[in-house]
């Protein structure tokens, strides 16, 4: 019987553990109804680019899914990471590495994977050892400000890095390793500074060559859609693309700062009397003679003078720049209000208009191009908090309730809790639920695939399943017998793994 799906292309979101559990859940629903097997592109971004790196190193070895899920599985049930990859930033053991912090986690990475390498994926793909063709994992350039594309080469003809890309570059691409990849997909910004590459990648023969600063994937696209946009030939063989995203498309409300202790605190320390203050401390401890009061006056005097300077030449650039004839002052008791209205604007364009922004974009973009084979599941949608108590990312919504039902409220409380997660990379479990964290997530991760794959054959094959001979109505038959299942235990596919060796 012919396959339903023979070339699937998946797009794994960035969100750290959450969408590295999320994505687990992803897999784990394919594997269960036969449909892992026609995945041949991954792409990744972030925390996306954990399940990314790691299942294609166990493609590279090739274990069974049961064997990849279970060792994946207890590493992020270990919880681990962060404290591992603080332990090599004391130890300060890089080889060719910069000792800092996003090597810090790179080094672990590669341990997750075992070194593997992109060269490694191409071996086994050309000896026939994965149904992988393609692994994407997304980062962004600060050099140029487009994504930077790590992906394998050899045994397809896209390029590696960006069109902007020289040469020069590319001739180390046999040793940059799975985990390298993944630390300069997942180094967000604020928490991480930028890895270089080739520099931090091996080591380097041309002094000359210029670093390229690489950063979190999730700047441009955060859904890592993008690069199947880019190739026309392999996407428009493509006959599903599922799209696992842990985001949330709602705009938070940028709300203005208030009055309080805290913009009265930082007003106050910025402010002339407090500067008089410890201009008078200074004094003080001087003629009590000790050297430690005196010098942690005399600190700090220096800084609020310093401060003072400043702020009398930014108003005097203010003035100049905006051609004013009025004398301009920084009115030095709502400095706090001003400076906290400032951060708080830039984090919001950063987290959420920029990358909310690009993310409709993308997502538009696939659409528009792929509308009949597109297929997004997100981490929120069975949830239902709309009115009508329908999924939040649904459409076409009355056929699928007359086949499936209401969503029951199990699955929408499983859904609720997977998004009360943060996405950071480790998990802090007060939420008080009665089942794992990682558990959570990736049921999550499995009852909204399956959700979203019965959503398509029911919209887009409804022919086709009516026909009980066909390969299409198997599939339904396949997946209604396991949403039904989930809806009377959200947790049964997990547990099938993982209770059997946590006896």
């Not at 964290?437 to 991760?445: P, Q, S, V």
């Not at 339904?476 to 017998?481: A, P, S």
Request: glycine fraction near 6%; charge should be positive.
């Amino acid at each position: 019987m012919k396959k339903v799906f023979t070339n699937i292309a998946l797009a794994f979101s960035g969100g750290g553990f959450r969408a590295a559990s999320f994505t687990l859940g992803t897999l784990s629903l394919f594997e269960r109804v036969g449909l892992l097997s026609s995945v041949k592109a991954i792409s990744s971004v972030s925390g996306g680019s954990i399940t990314a790196v790691k299942y294609a190193q166990s493609q590279i070895e090739g274990l069974g899914f049961d064997e990849f899920f279970l060792e994946y599985y207890a590493f992020l049930k270990k919880d681990d990471l962060a404290d591992l990859a603080f332990q090599n930033l004391r130890k300060g053991k890089f080889c060719h590495k910069r000792a800092n912090p996003i090597n810090a986690f790179a080094l672990e990475y590669n341990k997750l994977t075992n070194h593997k390498s992109f060269a490694d994926l191409d071996d086994a793909i050309e000896n026939n050892k994965t149904h992988l063709k393609r692994l994407i994992i997304n980062a962004t350039s600060f050099n140029d400000g487009l994504s930077f594309r790590f992906q394998n080469t050899r045994s397809n003809r896209f390029d590696f890095g960006n069109g902007e890309l020289d040469k020069k570059y590319k001739k180390y691409y046999n040793h940059i390793k799975l985990g390298d990849a993944l630390a300069a997909s997942s180094a967000f910004p604020g928490g991480f500074e930028p890895i270089l590459f080739p520099h931090d990648f091996t080591v380097v023969d041309d002094k000359e060559l210029i670093p390229i600063s690489l950063m979190d994937g999730g700047i441009i696209d955060n859904q890592g859609t993008s690069s199947f946009l880019s190739g026309s030939a392999f996407s428009n063989n493509v006959d599903l693309f599922f799209i696992a995203d842990v985001s949330s498309p709602y705009m938070e409300e940028l709300k203005p700062t208030k009055r309080n202790f805290i913009t009265f605190l930082i007003s106050f320390l910025f402010s002339v009397p407090m500067l008089l203050l410890f201009g008078i401390g200074v004094i003080w401890s001087y003629r009590l003679e000790s050297k430690l009061i005196y010098s942690l006056f005399f600190v700090v005097f220096a800084f609020l003078t310093s401060i003072q300077i400043l702020l009398f030449f930014a108003a005097k650039k203010i003035k100049a720049m905006t051609g004013s004839r009025f004398k301009f002052e920084l009115p030095s008791m709502s400095l706090g209000i001003f400076l906290l209205d400032r951060i708080n604007s830039l984090i919001h364009m950063a987290a959420e208009v920029s990358l909310k922004g690009f993310r409709r974009l993308n997502s538009k973009a696939i659409y528009k191009k792929y509308w009949n084979k597109t297929v997004s599941s997100m981490i929120y949608e069975l949830r239902c908090l709309n009115e009508d108590q329908k999924p939040e990312n649904g459409t076409h919504w009355e056929p699928i309730k007359n086949d499936l039902g209401e969503i029951p409220e199990n699955i929408k409380e499983l859904s609720k809790k997977a998004t009360e997660f943060g996405t950071t990379l480790w998990f802090n479990d007060v939420n008080g639920i009665s089942k794992p964290t990682i558990d959570t997530l990736i049921a999550c991760g499995e009852v909204t695939a399956c959700f979203n794959l019965l959503s398509y054959l029911i919209v887009h094959k409804k022919d086709e399943i009516k026909n009980v001979e066909s390969s299409e109505h198997e599939l339904y038959r396949n997946l209604k017998k396991l949403w039904n299942d989930f809806t009377l235990d959200p947790y049964m596919l997990v547990n099938l793994i993982i209770k059997p060796t946590s006896k």
